[in-house]
């Protein structure tokens, strides 16, 4: 990918980002690590090009097949909540999408690793994470209700679908110590963090939430 277009210009470019930023650290985001990657991260890059002069506004944005980019907003929250149990090796995240939220994590943990259901979006989101040279990024086309089974246990799990109710794979994939941040509910939708402490499973509710739901099965 040319600089030109990782560095953007005009509605794209970095003082666009800054301002972004700006805005999140008036919205109460104050881990300035995940600031840092938020105004690094090119956002623009992970939406079609005719919504790119939309980027940077704090809102979510379509990417086909009925999925969102999340607002920035809410993924430097659910990242800053992730990270503040310390710092993360591994993290599964439940639905690549665009692939922008994968982008945020990766210069924060360790290891990503990242699933996704809808085959077109995951093909898109891996071309430009390659693109990108994120390297320590593991993606794989599954249902996110089934998790990453033999890549866990997770210290850090992030799910971008509002499932009903918290599968219990996913529950299961949770390190000793380790950290869920995920969306739960119907219409009604309310960001959790869910925390392991050895059988125990703690559960904190945060904010209200607005995600796409959680389903079942592959789309090839």
């Given at each position: 990918?040319?600089e030109?277009l990782?560095?953007?210009?005009?509605m794209?470019?970095?003082?666009t980002?800054?301002?972004?930023?700006?805005?999140?650290?008036q919205?109460?985001?104050?881990d300035e690590?995940?600031?840092?990657?938020?105004?690094n991260?090119?956002?623009?890059?992970f939406v079609?090009?005719?919504?790119?002069?939309?980027?940077?506004?704090?809102t979510?944005?379509?990417?086909?097949?009925?999925q969102?980019?999340s607002?920035?907003?809410?993924?430097?929250?659910?990242t800053?909540?992730?990270?503040q149990?310390g710092?993360?090796?591994?993290?599964?995240?439940?639905?690549?999408g665009?692939?922008?939220?994968t982008?945020v994590?990766?210069?924060?943990?360790d290891k990503?690793y990242?699933?996704?259901?809808?085959?077109?979006?995951?093909?898109?989101?891996?071309q430009r994470?390659r693109q990108?040279q994120?390297?320590?990024?593991?993606?794989?086309?599954?249902?996110g209700?089934w998790g990453?089974p033999?890549?866990?246990?997770?210290d850090?799990?992030l799910?971008?679908?509002?499932?009903?109710?918290?599968?219990?794979a996913?529950?299961?994939q949770?390190?000793?110590?380790?950290r869920?941040?995920?969306p739960?509910?119907?219409?009604?939708?309310?960001?959790?963090?869910?925390?392991r402490?050895?059988?125990?499973?703690?559960?904190?509710?945060?904010?209200?939430?607005n995600?796409?739901?959680?389903?079942?099965?592959?789309l090839?």
């Amino acid at each position: 990918m040319n600089e030109h277009l990782l560095s953007g210009i005009g509605m794209t470019s970095q003082r666009t980002r800054n301002r972004l930023v700006q805005r999140l650290r008036q919205s109460g985001i104050e881990d300035e690590q995940v600031l840092m990657v938020m105004a690094n991260t090119p956002r623009h890059v992970f939406v079609d090009e005719a919504l790119a002069h939309r980027a940077y506004e704090d809102t979510a944005l379509p990417i086909g097949h009925g999925q969102t980019i999340s607002q920035p907003y809410t993924v430097a929250r659910m990242t800053e909540v992730l990270m503040q149990g310390g710092p993360l090796r591994k993290v599964l995240e439940i639905g690549t999408g665009s692939g922008y939220q994968t982008a945020v994590l990766s210069p924060l943990v360790d290891k990503v690793y990242s699933v996704e259901r809808i085959a077109p979006l995951q093909k898109r989101a891996q071309q430009r994470l390659r693109q990108l040279q994120l390297r320590n990024i593991s993606l794989k086309l599954s249902d996110g209700s089934w998790g990453w089974p033999e890549a866990g246990p997770f210290d850090g799990i992030l799910a971008a679908a509002a499932p009903e109710v918290i599968p219990q794979a996913l529950l299961d994939q949770l390190a000793d110590g380790g950290r869920m941040v995920i969306p739960v509910g119907g219409e009604q939708q309310t960001l959790m963090l869910i925390t392991r402490d050895g059988d125990n499973i703690e559960r904190q509710a945060l904010e209200s939430v607005n995600f796409v739901p959680f389903l079942p099965g592959l789309l090839r």
